[in-house]
C-alpha cells in the first residue's frame, strides 16, 4: 500500500483549492486542514505537504517539522528565502502558470503604443479626423531580460508578431524562439538597438538594480522598458531620471521595490510611465490547483518536481 501523505492548505483561496484538488479523488492524499491564515494552522501537526501561499507558508514552517514538500501559489519565493527558516524540503514555485498572463499583459501595451491607441481616442474626443500612420510590432526589436518560464512565452508571442527577439540569460539557451542570446559581459550588446526592453527576472542578489542608469543609457531614445518581474531588480530614482529627461520614451511597471506603492511616491507623477498594481498575472485558482495535482502525481511515484527552486539561486 503506498504511503499516506498530508496536506494542509494555507492560502486566502484554501477552500477553493481543496475543491479542485478534491476532485482527484486521491486514494493516498488526505487534506488534514485548510487555512486562511497561520493561526489557524496547529503545532505538530502531521503535514508533510504545504500548498499555499508563500508569505503565509513562512510564517508556519517552523511548527511543521515534518513538511517534505512545499508546493507555493506564487511564481516568487522570498518569503520562503529569508535567513533563518529552514531549507530541508523541496521547494517548488508557480513560474509557469503565468506565461500566458504576462504575454497578454506586455503585448497589450506594446500595442497600445504601436498603435496609439490613446492618441486616437484623444482625437475621438475633440471631433478630429485622425488618419496619421500607426507602427506595428512587425520588425521590431525586443529584448528578454531573463529567458524563463515567462520569457519563453513572450518570446513566442514576439514571434507570432513578427519581432526580432534578443534574449539575455543566466545559463538557458534552449528558447528556439529567441534569435540572439546574450550572456555575463554581454550586456550591453544585448541593451542596444531594443526597441523594447522587457525585465521579467527574480529577485535575487545578482538581480538587484541591474536596471540602472547605465543600462538605461544604453537604450535608444525611443525604446520602451515594462517590467514584470521584481521591483528590486530597477533603480527607481535612474528610471525617474530616464523618463524625466527622455533618455527613453516610456515604462510600464507592474511591480516595485515597496508595495503598495506610496502616495507620495515620485512615479505617481512621472511623465511617460504606467503603473498597474501588481495585477500583470493573476494567480488563478484553477491553474494553480492544476499545475499542484500534476507536481502530487510525480511526488507520490518519486519522480522530479516541475519548477524546482534552488535555494541558494533563490528562483
Known sequence: MSKLNNLIILSKNADEYRELIE????????????????????SESPCNILFGDSTLVSMVLHKLPDVQWVQTTWAGVEPLLKQGLRRDYLLTNARVVFGPLMSEYVFAYLLLHERRIFQRFESQQKQIWDAAITGSLRGKTIG??????????????????????????????????VDQYFQGADLQDFTCGLDYLVNSLPNTSETRHMVNSEMLGWLPSHAIFVNVGRGSTVDESALVTALSKRQIAGAVLDVFEQEPLPQEHVFWKTPNLFITSHTSAPSLPKDLALLFIENYHRYSQNLPLLHLVNFERGY
Open 144 to 177: 528578454l531580460l531573463g529567458v524563463g518560464s515567462i520569457g519563453v512565452h513572450l518570446a513566442s508571442t514576439a514571434k507570432f508578431f513578427g519581432m526580432h527577439v534578443k534574449g539575455y540569460s543566466r545559463t538557458s539557451r534552449a528558447c528556439t524562439d
Open 23 to 42: 476532485v482527484e479523488k486521491f486514494q493516498n492524499l488526505k487534506i488534514i486542514a485548510t487555512a486562511t491564515c497561520p493561526e489557524q494552522i496547529a
